[in-house]
């Protein structure tokens, strides 16, 4: 921790050698946000500095040549960097590494020492299906989808607000308006709907055909609630449909999954997707969860249940929400390939965008696709 400390304060001090006005409390404000964060985190260094050190904004662009002369080491832009680091896009993940000193040199080595940054492989990751890649590559990815951050689709309600232009006239606002000028009606007042963003439920098959998938696309579900503004539902379902919005509901995601396998009964069972989603439809789709929400589905299709009964929840489920997305991981990106499953020939009539699910960029498209749902 000594180590650590001194390396903020020669960072400190080579800030205040460039002109940047720094006190001793703003530099033990930083070591005592540091000390708080993760210090491994170039983010946390970044930001943890910005705050503590930076009080004008002229100093900003010294603050950033300085952070990446001393820290980085690179010709790598620090704040295009860090604003993609902060976006947490596929593209962006990195993972830090501290760099040896050169065991020839004759300066000490914890001065010597660096702060490194290492691209990560993941643009491989985000094309390599789930099925295939090993246990460390599934970390990895499970820690990129923690930064997701899905945007919501909006829609407009019925209530409105006041808004100074528009087409829809506001008489009373005015009217009241026009008091201050004795009557005369020197500007008119609008009124403008409001706008609200769609509720997002995902249903997940967790069957053993999907086996390969179902705890990548459990993952994605707890970082698209975690991380999301809007409400975010999330059921699965094997042979029965489970709730399991209740038990993600937490910061952890070892904990969150750990709570969905003690709550689920059918993990890696039979599939039933007609039956999941009738009661979907029946039990909570009517009561207002789904109606004018996008329903997102992810299942390969492969169904034992009655298809009739399917035909007829899809049919329903479809007249209930706005939209009906179905990610299928056997699906070629662009939805080609449909696999000619009967699941799928009954309940593609129905399904508004057929997405691949199989790899992280599947589900990168799909965050990208959903603000435009509304």
């Known amino acids: 921790m000594a180590d650590l400390v001194g390396l903020l304060v020669r960072f400190a001090r080579t800030l205040r050698a460039e002109g940047v006005a720094i006190g001793p409390g703003d530099v033990l404000t930083y070591c005592a946000s540091v000390a708080t ?8 260094l970044y930001w943890g500095g910005r705050i503590a050190l930076v009080t004008r904004h002229e100093d900003v662009e010294t603050y950033d040549r300085i952070f990446e002369e001393f820290f980085l080491g690179t010709g790598v832009d620090a704040g295009s960097l860090l604003e993609l680091l902060l976006r947490a896009e596929p593209e962006a993940e990195t993972t ?21 940054l290492m691209a990560s492989d993941v643009e491989t990751l985000s094309s390599r299906a789930f099925a295939e890649c090993t246990d460390d590559e599934l970390e990895t990815l499970r820690r990129i989808m923690s930064g997701i951050r899905l945007r919501p689709p909006m829609r407009r ?8 232009r528009g087409r829809r006239p506001d008489l009373r606002a005015t009217v009241r308006r026009s008091l201050r000028t004795h009557g005369e009606l020197v500007e008119l007042r609008y009124r403008r709907r409001r706008v609200r963003p769609r509720p997002l439920v995902l249903i997940l098959d967790i069957s053993g055909s999907m086996a390969d998938y179902s705890r990548a696309m459990l993952q994605f579900a707890h970082s698209a609630q975690r991380g999301a503004r809007f409400r975010v539902e999330v059921f699965c379902f094997g042979t029965r449909l489970t709730h399991l919005t209740p038990s993600l509901r937490t910061r952890s995601p070892d904990e969150a999954l750990a709570r969905a396998a003690d709550l689920v009964v059918d993990w890696e069972g039979g599939t039933r997707i007609g039956q999941a989603i009738d009661e979907f439809v029946r039990r909570w789709g009517r009561r207002g969860m789904a109606r004018g929400g996008i329903v997102v589905v992810c299942s390969d299709g492969l169904d034992r249940g ?47 965008v057929l997405l691949s699910g199989r790899d992280l960029g599947s589900l990168d498209e799909l965050a990208a696709l959903l603000p435009e749902l509304g």
Request: with cysteine; aromatic share 2%; hydrophobic share 35%.
């Open 37 to 44: 964060l993760d210090p491994t985190d170039l983010v946390d």
């Open 96 to 116: 830090l590494e501290t760099v040896a000193p050169d065991p020839g040199d004759d300066e000490r080595p914890d001065e010597e020492t660096t702060l490194g």
């Open 157 to 164: 309600t019925r209530r409105t607000r006041p808004a100074r």
């Open 306 to 352: 009655d298809p009739e009964l399917l035909e007829s929840a899809m049919q329903k489920l479809a007249r209930l929400c706005h939209r009906v997305v179905w990610t299928n991981p056997h699906v070629v990106a662009g939805g080609r390939g449909v696999p000619r499953t009967v699941g799928m020939l009954v309940a593609e009539p129905y399904v508004d």
